[in-house]
């Protein structure tokens, strides 16, 4: 899969280089390509946004920057252009799994007060947001959805263990125990040590209920 994203600080990005997704980029699972929306401004001292129409605080994004770095992208026509905004749709895992489906994902991050309604009128496909508030960029947001949806390419992780996660079937995941088997006094279930399949699938679908019910219960209202 790919990933194109359009941002004014791409070195925030290196995170991405570490553990599993940085292991995926390794063996070419995911591609990452990094935009520097500067890069496209024809101010020399590389500006990108202006003061508002209208007045107000703050800054705005200028369209025609964001569009030159938008068309730089090849195969454009083929992708899904997502724009991080606290006013999209919430990521959750349904969406996750919908996301996971395209094999081209262009990722534009917003900062100051945003970008000019022009472009993204234009331009993007879908507004998806982390959550109801609001960060000082599209960048975290941006982690968070590659993050998520790498999940999901074939060879990234074992696919046993995303089916059983958490939200995978709508419910929180049960808990998880290794080695030692005492720890502080306290044992490993039983059940666990068994070597009773049925019976710790049983035990596992139950925890998983019970934790729902007690950290999560939207969760199962919203199942019904």
């Known amino acids: 899969m790919k990933f194109d994203v ?32 500067r890069d496209f401004s024809k101010d020399k001292h590389k500006k990108v946004d202006d003061t508002p ?28 252009v997502i724009y991080m905004s606290p006013q999209g749709n919430i990521l ?36 998806i947001s982390i959550g109801d508030y609001v960060l000082t960029g599209g960048e975290i947001p941006a982690m968070v959805l590659i993050d998520s949806v790498s999940r999901y390419v074939e060879g990234v992780l074992n696919q046993e263990s995303v089916k059983e996660e958490s939200f995978s079937n709508g419910l929180l995941e049960y808990p998880q125990y290794t080695r030692p088997e005492i720890f502080e006094g306290e044992k490993v279930p039983e059940i666990l040590l068994s070597g009773h399949h049925q019976n710790i699938e049983k ?3 139950d925890k998983s209920l019970e934790i ?11 199942n019904k």
Not at 58 to 75: H, Q, T
Not at 109 to 126: A, F, M, N, S, T
Request: charged share 30%; net charge neutral.
């Open 6 to 37: 359009l941002t004014l600080f791409p070195e925030m990005f290196e995170i991405l280089n570490q553990s599993i997704i940085g292991k995926a980029k390794e063996k070419e699972l995911i591609n990452i390509n990094l935009i520097n929306i």
């Open 53 to 80: 129409y209208g007045g107000g605080a703050g800054m705005v994004i200028r369209p025609d920057v964001v569009y030159e770095a938008y068309k730089s992208i090849p195969n454009i026509e083929n992708a899904k």
């Open 92 to 127: 959750n895992q349904k969406k996750v799994e919908d996301l996971s489906k395209n094999k081209h994902l262009v990722i534009l991050c917003g900062h100051y007060e945003g970008i000019d309604q022009r472009v993204l009128d234009k331009i993007v496909d879908e507004e």
């Open 203 to 205: 035990w596992r679908n």
């Open 212 to 222: 729902t019910k007690n950290k999560r219960p939207d969760l199962l209202k919203n």
